[in-house]
């Protein structure tokens, strides 16, 4: 009874209202709306898990930049922009150069040492390709009055491009001297016939090595004596300024510390891929500018220059390598460090396996130390990496060990002198920087690879200006 009261008496009374007000046009509109709540809720939740998903790469990326920010970025202080200065002391002990070599002039091209004695690099002087008519720098040393050796620049340019040469801004104290040839002249008999030789028959002249064969055989076609980049004008760039190493302390410091900031934030799963995305992101929040990354991870690692596609996720027990370079002011950094992540303890699980791994990670270390020894002033550059070599091979790794050295860096990241066994040509000097960074490579297993970068100092063995050498696998 009560039952069919309740039931009996509202119904027909709700059914007529909604008779009367929900008319078909609005039952179109509900199921319309209701349609579209519907697909707005699962957009939400489907948002919500991608945001969830990408959050974890986000807040990876955040706590790197957060890490390194807060270390204060103390290493930018040791650099500053070069200024038109140090690119006069440059072409001075370039002209000094000249004269202990006997060589009339050195003449280089748009490129690395144009940059560096000039300030312009190839692409700066010709976006699209490198240009057929020649554009050449060309210092002559000149004695003053008072004895000292300068440098006198002249370029060789087109005639319609002279004044584009001019615009490019080059770091001198006076308006650039110029000689032009038109297109239809031989620009080599041009530079021959101009007035800063006098009375030399064949001017001598030092090539850079980047100078391409064309340029070179035209000179060498047209009245000049033509010789290849060696002694003290190759020297030059080689032994680094103060200005320079300042540099090149800030930017391998910033290097170095970036992976270390990045390295407490790591996690279980993440990619490879990702850790050099959010590496990059963390070096430039402090202004640097990577310009190469290999990060690899386990059995990845046994190939020094990568070659996997980044796909690794990380695991506990594997290690990390990470070879990383990045521009400051146009100065590279190069450095490489190999470690665990924090997820991983110390000292690691019995069953984890790793006592092989941990003893060449130290193997490799103790290597890095015996060349930091041996990089005294005056050592060949072979014995540097014979050094390191002797320790590997010692401990039965050193088949394992498949490259060189070693390099030296500046405005490239690989620039001669080479550190390998068998350049017993090259000694060492002081104000020469070197990389360090030897390494194991157990394909199907493991890699390991330290890497820091070194001054030759006057006396004593060589300084670290990479933030301080590797401690062990959990202090990279
Ligand atoms: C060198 O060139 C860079 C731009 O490529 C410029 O920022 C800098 O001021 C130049 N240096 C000098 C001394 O002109
Ligand atoms: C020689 O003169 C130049 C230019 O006047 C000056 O810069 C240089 O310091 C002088 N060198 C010596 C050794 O006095
Ligand atoms: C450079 O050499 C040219 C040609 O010998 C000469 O005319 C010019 O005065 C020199 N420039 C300087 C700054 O000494
Ligand atoms: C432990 O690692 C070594 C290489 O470091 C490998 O040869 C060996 O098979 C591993 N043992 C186990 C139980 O995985
Ligand atoms: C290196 O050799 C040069 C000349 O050969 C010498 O003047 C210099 O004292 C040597 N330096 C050291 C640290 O032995
Ligand atoms: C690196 O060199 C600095 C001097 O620049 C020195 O104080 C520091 O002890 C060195 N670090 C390591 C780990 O050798």
Redesign the pocket.
């Known amino acids: 009874m009560k039952g069919q009261e309740t039931s009996s008496l509202p119904a027909p009374a709700v059914s007529r209202r909604t008779r009367s007000r929900w008319t078909p046009a609005a039952r179109l509109a509900l199921a319309i709306l209701t349609f579209i709540v519907f697909v707005e809720f699962w957009k939400q939740l489907g948002n919500s898990f991608s945001s969830k998903f990408l959050s974890k790469k986000s807040k990876f990326q955040k706590c790197s930049i957060d890490t390194y920010l807060a270390t204060g970025l103390e290493f930018l202080k040791t650099a500053e922009q070069p200024p038109l200065e140090e690119y006069i002391l440059r072409r001075n002990n370039l002209a000094k150069a000249l004269v202990e070599d006997e060589i009339d002039a050195f003449v280089v091209e748009p490129g690395y040492t144009f940059s560096y004695y000039a300030n312009v690099t190839q692409p700066q002087w010709e976006v699209w390709e490198p240009e057929e008519r020649p554009f050449l720098m060309v210092l002559r040393p000149e004695t003053l009055s008072n004895g000292s050796i300068v440098a006198n620049t002249s370029f060789l340019v087109p005639h319609f491009e002279e004044v584009r040469a001019r615009l490019l801004g080059m770091p001198f104290e006076d308006e650039i001297s110029t000689v032009v040839y038109e297109e239809h002249w031989d620009p080599y008999t041009t530079l021959w016939t101009a007035p800063m030789w006098g009375e030399k028959l064949s001017p001598k002249l030092m090539v850079d090595e980047e100078m391409r064969d064309f340029i070179a055989r035209g000179l060498s076609m047209n009245g000049f004596t033509v010789v290849g980049l060696s002694g003290e004008v190759e020297a030059v760039r080689q032994i680094k300024t103060e200005r320079e190493i300042g540099i090149l302390r800030a930017v391998n410091t910033g290097t170095v510390e970036a992976i270390r900031a990045m390295r407490q934030c790591l996690y279980r799963g993440v990619t490879e891929n990702e850790v050099q995305e959010v590496l990059d992101n963390t070096m430039r929040a402090s202004g640097l500018d990577p310009f190469f990354d290999i990060v690899e991870f386990a059995e990845s690692a046994a190939l020094p220059h990568g070659g996997h596609d980044g796909t690794r996720k990380l695991k506990p027990g594997d290690f990390v390598l990470i070879d990383v370079g990045s521009h400051l002011y146009g100065y590279s950094s190069d450095v490489c460090r190999t470690f665990y992540p924090p997820f991983f303890p110390s000292p690691p699980p019995p069953e984890s396996n790793v006592t092989e791994k941990m003893s060449v990670w130290q193997l490799v270390l103790d290597a890095q130390a015996a060349s930091v020894r041996a990089m005294?002033?005056?050592a060949t550059a072979a014995s540097v990496d014979i050094a390191a070599r002797t320790v590997i091979e010692d401990a039965g790794y050193g088949e394992y060990f498949t490259h060189r050295l070693g390099h030296s860096l500046g405005i490239k990241a690989h620039e001669s002198p080479y550190l390998n066994k068998g350049n017993v040509a090259s000694?060492l000097r002081?104000g020469m920087v070197f990389t360090s960074e030897p390494g194991v490579y157990v394909l199907g297993k493991f890699g390991v690879r330290h890497e820091d970068i070194l001054v030759v100092k006057?006396?004593g063995e060589a300084e670290n200006i990479s933030g301080g050498f590797a401690k062990n696998p959990w202090t990279p």
Request: glycine fraction near 0%; charged fraction near 45%.
């Open positions: 005294v002033p005056n000694k002081p006057d006396d």
